[in-house]
């Protein structure tokens, strides 16, 4: 099992935020299949004021690039897709097109 980390900010408005929020509560079913068929197993989001983290816990072979072709592929993703972007704004520094991105570990207690 391997634990990715990513960031992303949310557009800094009080009631969008709430939204955004409400929308994770009630996640449908097609989503979730979709997120476990790609190979993540856990994923959780945490928000501090507009920034987000995300920690994914991902199956052994898990690719992203496998994941982004796979969620291309599927109507109910990108419609969701669509409607998170509404909410969500790329890091000052992330890449065109480049919504969520990655974070380098640089600390950790365990050291085996």
Known sequence: MKRYYLALDL?????????YEEHHKKISSEILKSIKDSGVER??????GNRMFMIM?????????EKDEMDKGNPAVQQWETLMWKYQQ????????EK??????????KTD
């Open 11 to 19: 557009k800094d408005d009080p009631g969008m935020i709430a939204e």
């Open 100 to 109: 969520w991105v990655l974070m380098k570990k640089i600390f950790d207690t």
């Open 90 to 97: 790329a890091l000052p520094f992330a890449k065109s097109g």
């Open 43 to 48: 994923m959780e989001l945490f928000r501090a």
């Open 57 to 65: 816990e991902v199956r052994d072979g898990f690719s992203f690039a």
